[in-house]
Every structure is written in C-alpha cells, then in structure tokens.
C-alpha cells in the first residue's frame, strides 16, 4: 500500500487510499517508533500515544502501559479487559 523511500523517510501510494488505511499505517508507524524513544516522558505525549491506541473504540479498554523509570516503553499496551465498564465494574465504598 505505502512504500516508504529509504533515504528522506517519504511515504508514496500508487493507488487511492481510505482514511482508515492512512491511520491503519500511521498506528503501525507508532507501535514500532515509541517503545524506542523517550516519548513519554510528559503527560502531553502519554495523551498523544494512549489516543492513537485508543481511536476509533466504540467501548472501554483497561489496559496497562509498562515504563521504566526514564519512561520508556517496555513492552508496549497490554490491553488487560475490553467491554462497557458498567457491566463488569462495581465499586463498593467502604466506611
């Protein structure tokens, strides 16, 4: 679908593109970029990531994002349980 030019990093399609292939390949772009960077290192590029893995859902994720302490991805966003949280979540106060 997109070839990418090894020199200045371009990305070139021969062929029309839909928006969801366009964000298809930018959240492949993610996933190999930012486990290897210092990109989460403020609330605004943990915003940034957590939107991009989170587009489009149409329901609740509790997923856990593992860091080291100079916030580097480990191991990328394991998505721990998909659903409407109001199904499976009650909180019960205790006084």
Not at 21 to 32: N, Q
Not at 44 to 64: D, M, S
Not at 66 to 86: A, I, K, N, P, Y
Request: glycine letters at 4%.
């Amino acid at each position: 679908m997109f070839k990418i030019n090894e020199v200045t990093k371009d990305y070139t399609t021969t062929r029309p593109v839909t928006a969801d292939e366009i964000v298809a390949t930018a959240l492949d772009i993610l996933a190999v970029r930012l486990p290897h960077t210092d990109a989460l290192t403020n609330p605004e590029a943990v915003k940034n990531y957590l939107a991009t893995q989170f587009a489009g859902l149409e329901h609740e994720i509790f997923a856990c994002l593992l860091l080291d302490t100079t916030g580097t991805v480990l191991s990328g966003m394991r998505r721990c349980f998909e659903g409407q949280l109001m199904v499976v979540a009650s909180i019960h106060v205790k006084s």
